[in-house]
């Protein structure tokens, strides 16, 4: 979801007041274990794998977006001896890179680090490591007890050469999002296959005009359906290397499916968060492609629908295919600053807000990543009252999230909303776009430093 980026003036953060650095140093470097010249800042111990500044006391600093400003006055609020200053931005949404572009800065001043910050990419390791940003978290910080509880894979966005330099703060592993009552008034059967999706949208076009079966308006659509049929677009071979093919027939068959149903309307390029949505569609849901947070954050809260409406089953899968997969649209990543004076605070804010109960488990709006966490929640949502049966397919589909699209710096979303979404609303189609989708992520990618493969 899209949080309004603050002002400069809006953002308030709290400066470390760091030791003095070797002299010689430019203050544009930044300085690892190994340090200027080798020798480091002065008054640093190597701890925990990297240099740490002087500890001390003082507020510990916390960045969030909208959505996670609850979990830091949770926080705060079980944890009534810990100073927290609470700072809200944009979470990098839609790959803004403000965070990339903050830390920079913080570089060269040598002074404004954030001791956590939250992203909603899942692809800050790509440049935070190199930055000196992300501190190590397997090195001493994190248990491995801790990190082994994480469901299987989460933390592979966060992990360079062994290292672990994040956390993942929520699962979006997509699922298809259905309403079942009005399924059942219709005499339709949730489709099991892509091939039975895109029959039923042909009949809901003709018997329900104006219903629909999903959406592809939003910039996060190659991620639900694209990546779902295992397109190439986006598969990361190496650090700095990545695969790129979008006119494979994995790709092309999904553009064809999205193309028909587009066409005949029940295939909406309205967003789910657009203003028109809300206002001509929010009712008209049967299907919904998505990912595990739509369940709260759009049916619940954007769209309004009723309790005992709203269920999820599995993705649909081509016929023929014996190894499942989806896609997956965020999920979020914490990081902890290699500057922090507050290392013991930040690591204990970290290890408590991606796995404790009482914020994971009750209270956050999507699929925890600590699995411990996510059996609470599903139980919660059960409880909850909300949704028309359990949401276990949500738990299948975890672990089904196709391995050949990766986290690369370059944003997919951004990509997509500058290529494709405005071809759709002159009326071109998808598969049209394929070549030009191609491009443009071979010039992203190149233009931030990566070898392409095509």
Known sequence: MTVNKPSLSQVRVVSNRRSAWLAGCAATVVLTVAGCGGGGAVGTTTKDGFAQVPQKDGALTVWVDATRLDSAKLYQKLHPDVKLDIVTYDGNANGSNYLQTKVQLFNRTRKGWPDVVFSSQNNEVTWAVDAGFAAPLNKGLIPPATLGRFAEGANDVCTVSGTVYCLRNDLSQAVLWYNAPLLKRFGYQVPTTWEEYEQ???????????????????????????????????????????????????????????????????????????????????????????????GGAVFKDTLKTPAKHIAAAPIPQWQGDTSPSTGNVGGGTWLLSQHSAHIKAATDFLKWVTTDNAYQGEKAPGFPAYAPAAETWLKEQDASGYFADDLSALKDAASQVWPGWGSGQFSQEAIWAATVKPALTQGKTVESMLPAWQDSVVKYAKANGYKVAQ
């Open 200 to 294: 039923l949208g042909k009949k809901v076009a003709e018997e329900h005009p104006g219903y629909l079966v999903g959406d592809a308006g939003d910039s996060f659509a190659p991620e639900i359906y694209l990546w779902a049929s295992k397109c190439g677009a986006n598969h990361i071979i190496g650090p700095k290397s990545v695969s790129v093919n979008t006119t494979s027939e994995a790709c092309t068959k999904m553009a064809r499916l999205m193309d028909v149903l587009i066409k005949n309307k029940s295939l909406s390029i309205s967003g789910v968060f657009s203003t028109d949505f809300g206002k001509n569609k929010a009712d008209k849901v049967l299907l919904m492609p998505g990912p595990a947070w739509f």
